[in-house]
Each structure stands twice: as C-alpha cells, then as structure tokens.
C-alpha cells in the first residue's frame, strides 16, 4: 500500500539524518515525526472505516455505548446544534413531511394498529367497562389520564373501550 511506502521512505531518510548536527537532527526528527503520525493517523482511520463496513452491529454496539457513557454532554451538544440551525432544520422538515406525506399517515395507522393489538391481547379482547367482545372495530383506545392533561401513551394510561363506553366517558356521564 501506499502508507507501507512512505513509511519505509521515512524510515530510509532517518538513517540518513543520524550523521547531522544535534540541532539539524532534533529539526529533521520533528518533522518526520509529524509525518509518520499523520501517515499513521491516515492508517488507522482507513483500517477504521473499513472494519465498520464489515461489521456494523459492532459499530452500532460501540455507538450505544458511546451514547450511554456520554449521554448528557451528547444532548446538550445536540440542543445546541439544533438551536443554532432550528430554521433550517425545521425547512427540511416541511419538505421532507411534504413529500412523504401519505407514507408518513400510512405508517402512523399501523403503529396506531399494533398499539391496540397489543392492549386487545393485553386486556383480553373485551371492553374493560361493560366486557363487549363482539366486534373487535368497535373496541377504542381511551386514555386514563388525558394527554392534554400531561398523560401519556404508554400501555399503563391506556385502556380499551367499546365505542359506547368511550363515548360516555369522554363526556363525563359516568
């Protein structure tokens, strides 16, 4: 390789530099010095890049562990980034919901979709108000605690409602 080279031209130019005066010698060794680490430097960065093509679970293991290790220092470089380039971040945004619009919707109604699978199978397919069981359609996500009142959407503050229950629930009949 090329690396392999020029490290073998540098070692063959310090055996020349050995017959130099100590100042000469400290001059000609620094400079050599800088290039072999750079060379070095070049390498290993080169070796880097293609281990993580080979093995991109490592990668993503060694970033996890990164992230976990510097999480606080790493979201607050993130917050300043985005707060520094929010409006142009926000333009990409527009543009990418713009173009992705419907597979965006599309995606959203399945994960909506396993959500309530997973309450269905959770809760054992029935309302957990009357019991209703007969049309799985008919069944609702209802939240506990409401979102605009700091709930969220986690399994723990969702509950599964036949469409008559939600209905007066959410009206504050019961």
């Known amino acids: 390789m090329k690396t392999e080279q020029k ?23 620094r400079e050599n010095r800088y290039k072999t680490d750079e060379i070095f430097r070049k390498k290993v960065i080169e070796t880097s890049k293609i281990q993580q093509r080979k093995n991109p679970e490592k990668k993503k293991e060694r ?21 520094k380039n929010r409006e142009k971040y926000l333009e990409q945004k527009k543009i990418y919901y713009g173009k992705n619009k419907e597979e965006i919707k599309i995606h959203y109604k399945e994960l909506r979709l396993k ?10 397919n029935k309302c957990s108000r009357c019991g209703y069981n007969e049309f799985r359609d008919a069944l609702d996500i209802h939240h506990i605690i409401p979102k605009s009142e700091g709930g969220g959407n986690n399994f723990y503050n ?8 939600h209905r007066g629930k959410t009206f504050k009949r019961w």
Do not use: V
């Open 115 to 124: 959500r309530k699978l997973k309450l269905l199978e959770r809760l054992g």
């Open 63 to 83: 970033d996890k562990k990164y992230w976990l290790k510097n999480k606080e220092k790493l979201s607050i470089r993130q917050k300043e980034k985005y707060s």
């Open 7 to 29: 490290l073998k031209d540098l070692e063959a130019e310090q055996k020349l530099i050995k017959g130099l005066t100590k100042k000469e010698y400290q001059r000609k060794y």
């Open 158 to 165: 969702l509950q599964i409602l036949c469409s008559n229950c």
